[in-house]
């Protein structure tokens, strides 16, 4: 099995060295959250084997993405069912992604072949659930438009530094519903990124993050909010339904 990943920044799933736009895991510089979607995956496979250790793994930029959109899709859709720009984005997105893993698993003898699009909800506290559900959507509707069935929409509610902030904060783990209440907005008054540093002491470089999840210190397993359990379970399915597994619990 290979995961392709694609992601924001350096900061959630990584990028590519070299200002490269798509990258095999010679050139891949993974960030906090493909770590967490690796260790997740060694827990669901059932056996050890880190695909990022082991170079099963590329990744592909926003930029990819949006020049190799897929062709206009050819359904008649209903009147006032079009989708606002916003959550659009995340649907060609996803699609465009879905195209990208179907030819890498060509490439690979048709090994499976996941992909990951991982996006911050941001936002304001005040958009509400209901912004966080339709962006996700989005995502997996258009995974489901190229009837791509090992697509993983990986969505923090504001941001993926609350998903962080549950594992270091004070009372660690305890009550992190609270954090996807938080603005997603960095200008806002205490933005989520300026908290996760203060905690950290001024130390919450993408290394030293990689580095806690690496050894443990921010526990994967342990993280317990809607928006992490809705991207986890979704992983877990598609990684069990990829290598043939029951879905089990």
Request: glycine residues 8%.
């Amino acid at each position: 099995m290979y995961v392709l990943f694609s992601g924001e920044g350096p900061s959630d799933l990584g990028l590519c060295e070299l200002g490269l736009d798509r990258c095999e895991a010679e050139h891949f510089r993974p960030g906090p959250m493909s770590w967490f979607v690796d260790q997740l995956i060694e827990s669901f496979q059932g056996f050890e084997f880190s695909h990022i250790e082991s170079g099963c793994v590329g990744f592909v930029s926003k930029t990819f993405l949006t020049e190799n959109k897929a062709p206009p899709t050819q359904k008649v859709r209903l009147p006032g069912k079009k989708k606002p720009p916003e959550t659009q984005y995340y649907f060609e997105n996803a699609r465009a992604l879905a195209i990208a893993a179907r030819r890498k698993s060509e490439e690979i003898n048709n090994d499976k072949v996941i992909a990951v699009l991982f996006h911050d909800s941001d936002g304001t506290a005040s958009a509400g659930r209901g912004d966080w559900i339709n962006k996700r959507k989005s995502i997996l509707a258009g995974f489901a438009e190229e009837n791509f069935e090992y697509g993983i929409a990986m969505m923090p509610k504001p941001k993926s530094e609350a998903w962080l902030l549950c594992a270091v904060k004070d009372n660690p783990y305890q009550h992190c519903q609270k954090l996807e209440d938080e603005s997603g907005n960095d200008e806002s008054q205490r933005p989520l990124k300026d908290q996760l540093s203060d905690v950290l002491q001024g130390n919450a470089s993408t290394e030293q993050l990689n580095d806690m999840i690496k050894c443990h210190q921010i526990d994967v397993y342990r993280i317990d909010m809607p928006s992490f359990n809705a991207f986890k379970d979704n992983l877990r399915q598609v990684v069990k339904s990829a290598l043939g597994l029951p879905l089990g619990d």
